[in-house]
């Protein structure tokens, strides 16, 4: 299984970006896929999850901010982030996990917000 993130770059204060990330290979009964984030200097952390019936959770810093969403036929998932802010720039990353089975990273997608 592969992941592959896309949709980074440099985003004025207050601007938006989505973010995607398809997931490919020999994929079975998804339970979560997820978007975390890391900063430098700082702990990898986790920014927003949905579930494989579509519910989904936020960190408090990105709530309200940010949303989730999924693409089944494609396995793709999303993350639109609007009104973004300097504490927003990081690596962010997409976590797959399967249902009682492994867990899967990919590689990150880079976003700066600066003016």
């Known amino acids: 299984v592969q992941l592959q993130a896309s949709g980074g770059g440099l985003v004025q204060p207050g601007g938006s970006l989505r973010l995607s990330c398809a997931a490919s290979?020999?994929?079975?009964?998804?339970?979560?896929m997820a978007w975390y984030r890391q900063a430098p200097g700082k702990q990898r952390e986790w920014v927003a999850t949905i579930r494989s019936g579509g519910y989904t959770t936020y960190g408090d810093s990105v709530k309200g901010r940010f949303t989730i969403s999924k693409d089944n036929a494609k396995n793709t998932v999303y993350l639109q982030m609007n009104n973004l802010k300097s504490e927003d720039t990081a690596e962010y990353y997409c976590?797959?996990?399967?249902?009682?089975?492994?867990?899967?990273w990919g590689k990150g997608t880079q976003v700066t917000v600066s003016s």
């Open positions: 976590n797959l996990d399967i249902l009682n089975g492994p867990n899967y």
């Open positions: 290979g020999s994929i079975f009964r998804i339970n979560t």
